[in-house]
């Protein structure tokens, strides 16, 4: 499949089609300046440049037979590039997308990888082109930085019940509540970070720094006809362990309550989300890259 890239309709496309490439990585980069020879000086001059970044990622799509797991290969070649940059400090790695953010105007696109542009191009034009393989089993966990859940009836668990879940787990996390505020929803029951125990972060700086490897955790009820609903947000996205940590809690509630699920733009019941895999097969996972 090859679609080009050169207007805001294009670019909305773009965005749909791959979500973003939402926990994508980029695997290869390459820089192409193009020279032609001008017989007036004598010498080559520039012709253009084209940045192509090859992406790998990870999506479901919803077929007869409900969500399907594919991974992507996507070469994006941003054509006519007249700035560009790549960044890299202090071991950060600008190849993992946590969302890509895209814009048209002026004639111009302009692509930031990452909300930090590690990297980031302006350009005249773009073209993708992609080959698609079957996914893993379970569709949608990697890149994974936010999931809500909606339960129709059930009691809302309290906080405690969630650290004990996470011991019996054999991950160990120290609750860390947030105080309600004037803007906070009418709904809202309550909200606090939930931080595995051995970051010894918590113990060190300021309470309004980002927590490593949390995930923010908010519980509203009832609304909007359901009887509670739960939201996860990984508070540093673009760090493994939240986004694993974060998995395992969604699995834990998915689990312990009949309801339905949302990540991304994807709604499946609990059963379609955890799919045919067991929580100790994630712990697995999860002690494997730990």
Known sequence: MKHRIKTV????????????FQGGQVTDL???KQRLFDDLSGREITAGTVITAVIRYDLAIRG?????????????????????????????????????????SGGRLRFWFDPHGELYVICDEAEIEEVS?????????????????????????????FLDCL????????????KRSAASHQA????????????????????????SGAVHVQAFGPLDG???????????????PAGRLLMVLADIIARSFEGTCLTGNQIMGGEEWLGEHSLDRAMGRLNNQA
């Open 64 to 104: 007869t037979g409900g969500l399907q797991a594919i991974t992507r290969m996507a070469r994006l070649s941003m054509i006519g590039a007249t700035d560009f940059s790549i960044f890299e400090q202090e071991g950060a790695d600008f190849s993992d997308i946590g969302i890509i953010h895209a814009e048209a």
């Open 133 to 161: 393989a079957p996914g893993p089993s379970r569709p949608i966990r990697t890149g994974m930085t936010e999931w809500t859940f909606q339960a129709p009836a059930g009691e809302l668990p309290a906080a405690a019940w």
């Open 30 to 32: 390459h820089i192409c």
């Open 167 to 178: 011991d019996q787990a054999g991950l160990p996390c120290v609750w860390r509540s947030v």
């Open 188 to 211: 809202l029951r309550w909200e606090g970070h939930l931080v595995p125990a051995s970051d010894q972060q918590i113990f060190h700086g300021g309470r309004d720094k980002p927590l």
């Open 226 to 240: 359901c009887t509670f609903v739960i939201s996860l947000r990984a508070s540093t996205p673009h760090e493994g």
């Open 9 to 20: 309709d294009d670019i909305d496309w773009l965005l749909e089609h791959t979500q973003a």
